[in-house]
T-cell receptor, first 114, second 112 residues
Framework: AQSVAQPEDQVNVAEGNPLTVKCTYS??????LFWYVQYPNRGLQFLLK??????LVKGSYGFEAEFNKSQTSFHLKKPSALVSDSALYFC????????????FGQGTTLQVKP | DAGVIQSPRHEVTEMGQEVTLRCKPI?????LFWYRQTMMRGLELLIY????????DSGMPEDRFSAKMPNASFSTLKIQPSEPRDSAVYFC??????????FGQGTRLTVV
């Protein structure tokens, strides 16, 4: 079955420190991979995607993610966290087919403390 | 483009009543998704359409839920009859094939 796992319900970091939010997936073929962020009482906002090419992709607000095919992972990273980065983060995968549905992980709450 | 537009933003209804949620996807997008978000179950995919055709409705909880997409610019999610356990935030999202989806602001449904 196709699935996405975010092993941490919550990640706590101090402002200015690097952050990592983990994601692993189980999808056949070469899926497309995405990260989204959700602020309270808002919809999900797209952050970045991996389709093909360089394993390190850069996205909005200074976030980046590293694709690792052998480990089937797509971890979200940022070199220096901001308090305003505190939010709920979702990893998602989409199988590369005409009818590929978008599958989300359960979400990870990022708490950045001053 | 105004993005994905959902209406209403908030809906409070009594148990047993019919509820209809509406979605206008981004113009030109050919995939549309309906998700439900709750604290207990997280973000669940209910149904998705490709070129107005329902592709996978395996996430629809039961027969009380139905979704339609009569044309490329409009979709509805209907619950009849509604129950308190249907209370959640319902999101609509649209995308081009293979690419990222863009989400609406959601409809917060409360069934009392």
């Amino acid at each position: 079955a196709q699935s996405v796992a975010q092993p941490e319900d919550q990640v706590n970091v101090a402002e200015g420190n690097p952050l990592t939010v983990k994601c692993t997936y189980s999808v056949s073929g070469n899926p497309y991979l995405f990260w989204y962020v959700q602020y309270p009482n808002r919809g999900l906002q797209f952050l970045l995607k991996y389709i093909t090419g360089d394993n390190l992709v850069k996205g909005s607000y200074g976030f980046e993610a590293e694709f690792n095919k052998s480990q089937t992972s797509f971890h979200l990273k940022k070199p220096s966290a901001l308090v305003s980065d505190s939010a709920l983060y979702f990893c998602a995968v989409r199988p590369p087919s005409n009818t590929g549905k978008l599958i989300f992980g359960q979400g990870t709450t990022l708490q950045v403390k001053p | 483009d105004a993005g994905v537009i959902q209406s209403p933003r908030h809906e409070v209804t009594e148990m047993g009543q019919e509820v209809t949620l509406r979605c206008k996807p981004i113009s030109g997008h050919n995939s549309l998704f309906w998700y439900r978000q709750t604290m207990m179950r997280g973000l669940e995919l209910l149904i998705y359409f490709n070129n107005n055709v329902p592709i996978d409705d395996s996430g629809m909880p039961e027969d009380r839920f139905s979704a339609k997409m009569p044309n490329a610019s409009f979709s509805t999610l209907k619950i009849q009859p509604s129950e308190p356990r249907d209370s959640a935030v319902y999101f609509c999202a649209s995308s081009l094939q293979y690419t990222e989806a863009f989400f609406g602001q959601g409809t917060r449904l409360t069934v009392v």
